[in-house]
């Protein structure tokens, strides 16, 4: 806690004012919003509306649409935060090295971020797709696999994890990088000095120094592929074959958007504002203890 | 509208200054909002401009707001919070939502209260039966289609077949899949779009089997599902044989599948008429067109509609309905109709269109236009073939797409994918249906 | 050497997507479509990147993007420097309910809540305004949580000299706080512009008229939906590398603040 602190009676109010009234309008008010319309059952132009209770949740809860979608929610956040951790991290250490170049490979990782998760779908689409895509075309000339993801739910997620990685790889890389460089040479060349070898050094050292930063990233791209990730699904598979690839938020917006059953979907808005909240209430214990030492 | 009363207010407030104290007498606008892009968006555009230099009252301003359930739900969203448009284009499958929801003007009653009548409103049945209640019209009949059959008649030519029939059975494609197979002319023998609206809609109507109770949602809100019968399994059944024998090749939900015969690497392909746009600019083969194929053994209902049609929306100014009367007469009107088939290949909807057409003798030098008419007009309007008025459509056609994925990935049989299918389904029938208790 | 080697070859694969992108973005319709894959580029570029700019009216797309990119950055900046000060360098009644309202919306995506949204922004009147489409996209508290964060590592006494100097609150804020800032609203800047370019569902809800539609709509617009259309992809493509175009420059020419400024508010 600061010990300087300034002293003003109306100062403080006025300063934090913009920022709550736009939470209070745009995160409160729509989600009482979607707390109240959760209780209810609707026809798509409101012109209905039937007092539902918990109907919506308990209905959600024992289809087995919704739970395979939970499912598919997590193999698919835990691929992309994996195997998106796993990659950035390696390269991040082999653009730390002392190398020549090093300011021109960093920027040839770093730009797949500004691309947009929909336009980053468009470019996938094509390049997975079964008429003329080159991978399709690639694997089946390679090893005569029938790349199918018109049909096979795995190969379907395996394509989206794929680009969702790709598209995150510059952000993660960034933040490695920086945490990489945050790291004093001195404890670097302590640990040279006892004379462990590099991968050893890198496990015993350097990793846990960049614990905090993989913890925030792991954070952060389950946070993307549960929920930024939408344009991706929406671009790519829209959640088929059967529901392989549908995950929540898509099925959120599936049911409510396109099949127009506005009461359950608001019943998904609500648990996956929960899910949010705890997600938050976890970085935000652990940013603050991180901050206390 | 916050767009211009904000942004634009100011400058219009100097305009006026400038001007004087009237206002030149702007248009009225009527906006309307569509799910097209590329070359159709870009006709829905020209019959605008053609419409608003027509005349000096009215400015019909298209937008694209997403794909067709895209626009629906827009649509929907926009009502909800008064903030609709004048007119919308809504696929086939909001029909029954639409029709429900108590938002829009139905189109008879706009044309009798504004004593305007339509030129060309002499339907073809299969158009106006879809879109009328009580056999009043509800929607304008805009851009409607069925499905037919495409063949690629240089992979015929080299597999031995006669390029000049289109296989017109289930046994026919299945004896010339297995030439082109067997031929080399081609990897991919049969494939389809859209695959609930081809392989389970059309084909129950087209054979004159139930799609759900209630007529299919005609006589009153369908609650149950009917594809699980004997003629739905044997159909998926022959499906799922076909693609282990490799004759079949599943190309994946809405048209993802169209690209495979237009580039030619497929040699049948069902899908809608409105495709012969694109096939009559992208195929580099010579092509034909053949009815939907039929299945030996069960009755002859017809083939169903799709498309758009041209929905009004309530909560709009009485000067506005004006324009939109007018507008709807324009659009009805015998020339812009048979332009509007030829351009895009979508049915011609009126029969005065139609002898327009034939007059001209626009289907003897086009005869693959001809097709899709000569299929819906040719078939039998049965309780099972009037077509299909569901609530949840979008949710039903997505859960028998997702049943017959799993059954071709293997994962169920044809049972099992058509029973699931028919339990979900009905769900979402009974879901709507209890709303409007 | 190997290290060398072995980043080419991570690099080669990553620009890989965007490389074969380019290509198409170069062929026509015919070389797009057939098969084998073509992998070199070829020499309709003009007409496609023509095409791209015509028919999906591109112009007036990025203009809008831009001011949606741009207002969404500099707002939610702008009004998280204020709160995060308020909460770090005042205490005052309420404090705790300020704090958590806040803090709460840390992580909410739009899409979770995006038909409430809807009807909120419509009782409004935001509905097509750029209001609609960058006011409700700030509601979150990311850009707080780095500034308080950053404000905390600041040392007291800096606070205390301005104080001894005679400097208010909004003084410090302005002549001291702020210049420390520099790196990490730099680094915001870059995830916020990049975060408002690319939404895709809010902007494509809230927009009824294309004159206000954004640059990656644009380019859904122009994948067809429905009605028989085969897609042009050399087109889409050419549009799709417009599109990328200025955020990736943002990133680029940004990168070295941006990199130092998470460094910075990471310490």
């Given amino acids: 806690m600061k010990r300087t602190v300034f002293r003003n009676r109306w100062l403080p109010y006025l300063l934090v004012l913009p920022q709550v009234v736009v939470t209070l309008v745009f995160f409160f008010w729509p989600a009482f919003g979607s707390l109240r319309l959760a209780l209810y059952r609707t026809s798509p132009f409101g012109d209905r509306l039937i007092f539902a209770g918990l109907d919506n949740y308990t209905r959600l809860l024992g289809s087995g649409e919704y739970l395979q979608s939970a499912v598919n929610s997590f193999v698919f956040a835990f691929g992309v935060t994996f195997g998106g951790l796993t990659a950035s991290l390696g390269l991040a250490v082999l653009a730390n090295q002392k190398i020549r170049g090093l300011a021109i490979y960093r920027t040839a990782l770093l730009w797949p971020y500004g691309i947009a998760p929909a336009v980053a779908g468009i470019i996938w689409l094509f390049i997975f797709h079964p008429a003329y895509g080159v991978l399709p075309y690639v694997l089946a000339a390679v090893g005569s696999f029938q790349f199918n993801w018109l049909l096979e739910g795995w190969v379907a997620m395996l394509m989206l994890i794929t680009a969702a990685v790709w598209k995150q790889l510059g952000y993660n890389i960034a933040f490695f990088l920086a945490g990489l460089q945050s790291i004093p040479t001195s404890v670097l060349e302590a640990a040279q000095v006892d004379g462990a070898d590099p991968v050893r050094r890198f496990w015993r050292v350097v990793f846990p120094l960049l614990s905090p930063i993989t913890f925030f990233l792991f954070v952060l791209n389950m946070v993307f592929s549960f929920f930024e990730t939408f344009g991706l699904v929406h671009a790519v598979t829209q959640g088929g074959p059967g529901h392989a690839t549908e995950i929540l938020v898509y099925k959120a917006y599936n049911d409510g958007f396109v099949n127009q059953q506005l009461g359950t979907s608001a019943a998904q808005s609500v648990i996956l504002m929960v899910v949010v909240i705890g997600l938050t209430m976890l970085q935000f214990r652990y940013a603050e203890k991180r901050v206390t030492y | ?437 | 050497m190997l290290v060398h080697a072995g980043l080419i070859a991570v690099i080669a694969l990553i620009a890989f997507p965007l490389y074969y992108a380019f290509v198409i973005s170069t062929q026509s319709l015919g070389e797009v479509t057939s098969v084998p894959p073509r992998l070199t580029p070829s020499w309709h570029v003009g007409e496609n990147y023509a095409a791209a700019w015509v028919k999906g009216k591109l112009g007036r797309l990025l203009v809008n993007s831009l001011v949606m990119a741009v207002g969404i950055a500099v707002g939610k900046i702008a009004i998280s420097i204020l709160s995060a000060f308020a909460i770090v360098y005042f205490n005052f009644r309420g404090k705790q309910v300020v704090f958590w309202m806040i803090f709460v919306t840390l992580m909410l995506p739009v899409p979770v809540r995006i038909m409430s949204t809807y009807e909120v922004i419509s009782t409004l009147g935001w509905i097509d305004s750029y209001w609609g489409l960058t006011v409700p996209l700030m509601a979150s508290a990311t850009a707080t949580f780095l500034f308080r964060q950053f404000y905390q590592t600041v040392p007291d006494s800096l606070a205390e000299a301005a104080q001894l100097d005679g400097a208010g609150p909004l003084r410090f804020l302005w002549s001291f706080l702020l210049p420390l800032s520099g790196t990490n609203i730099a680094a915001l800047f870059v995830i916020l512009f990049i975060y408002g370019w690319n939404e895709y569902l809010w902007p494509l809800m809230v927009t009824n008229s294309e004159e206000m539609r954004t640059v990656v709509i644009g380019i859904e617009k122009l994948v067809p939906r429905g009605g028989g259309e085969i897609p042009e992809w050399n087109v889409i493509m050419a549009a799709a590398m417009m599109a990328l175009l200025p955020p990736v420059a943002v990133i680029l020419f940004m990168q070295r603040w941006f990199v130092k400024g998470l460094i910075e508010s990471e310490k």
């Fill in chain 2, 1 to 437: 509208m916050a767009y211009p009363t904000r942004v634009l207010g100011p400058v219009l407030v100097a305009a006026l200054l400038l001007v004087g104290s009237r206002p030149a007498a702007a248009k009225t606008e009527l906006s309307w909002w569509h799910g097209n892009t590329g070359a159709i968006g870009d006709r829905i555009a020209e019959i605008a401009k053609k419409f608003n230099d027509s005349q000096a009252d009215y400015e019909v301003k298209p937008t694209y707001k997403g794909s067709y359930p895209e626009t629906l739900a827009a649509l929907i969203a926009a009502y909800r919070s008064k903030t609709q448009p004048h007119m919308a284009l809504i696929f086939e499958v909001g029909t029954q939502t639409m029709l429900a929801s108590g938002a829009v003007v139905p189109v008879f009653q706009l044309m009798k209260e504004q004593g305007v009548s339509i030129e060309g409103a002499d339907f073809i049945a299969p158009v106006k039966s879809y879109y009328s209640k009580d056999g009043q019209l509800y929607s304008m009949p805009f851009a409607s289609s069925t499905a037919i059959l495409y063949y690629n008649k240089d992979m015929f030519r080299k597999a031995g077949l006669d390029p000049n029939k289109a296989p017109a059975t289930f046994d026919e494609i299945e004896a010339a899949s297995k030439k082109i197979i067997a031929a080399n002319a081609s990897k991919c023998a049969f494939s389809h779009a859209w695959p609930s609206w081809t392989m389970v809609e059309q084909m129950h109507a087209w054979h004159d089997q139930p799609f759900a109770d209630q007529d299919n949602g005609f006589k009153g809100f369908a609650t149950q599902l009917r594809v699980n019968g004997e003629f739905g399994v044997k159909l998926w059944d022959t499906l799922a044989r076909w693609q282990k024998a490799g004759l079949y090749t599943y190309g994946g939900r809405t048209n993802k599948a169209e690209p495979m015969f237009t580039g030619g690497q497929c040699a049948i392909q069902v899908t809608s008429s409105a495709f012969m746009g694109a096939v009559m600019r992208d195929a580099k083969f010579e092509w034909g067109t053949g009815r939907l194929p039929r299945l030996g053994g069960y009755g002859q209902g017809n083939s169903i509609i799709g498309g758009t049609t041209l929905w009004v929306m309530k909560g709009h100014k009485p000067f506005e309905h004006r324009g939109m009367a007018q507008f709807l007469k324009f659009l009805g009107d015998d020339d812009l109709q048979a332009w509007w088939h030829q351009v895009t290949g979508y049915l011609p909807i009126s029969q005065s269109a139609v002898k327009r057409l034939e007059a001209e003798g626009w289907f003897k030098k086009h005869p693959n236009h001809f097709t899709a008419f000569d299929q819906i007009s040719s078939g039998k309007t049965t309780a099972n073939s009037q077509g299909i008025r569901i609530g949840n459509y979008q949710g039903v056609r997505d859960t028998l797409e997702a049943e017959l994925e799993e059954m071709l990935a293997g994962k169920k049989t044809a049972k099992q994918g058509l029973d699931d299918a028919v339990k979900k389904g009905s769900e979402l029938l009974k879901e709507f249906a209890s709303l409007y208790k």
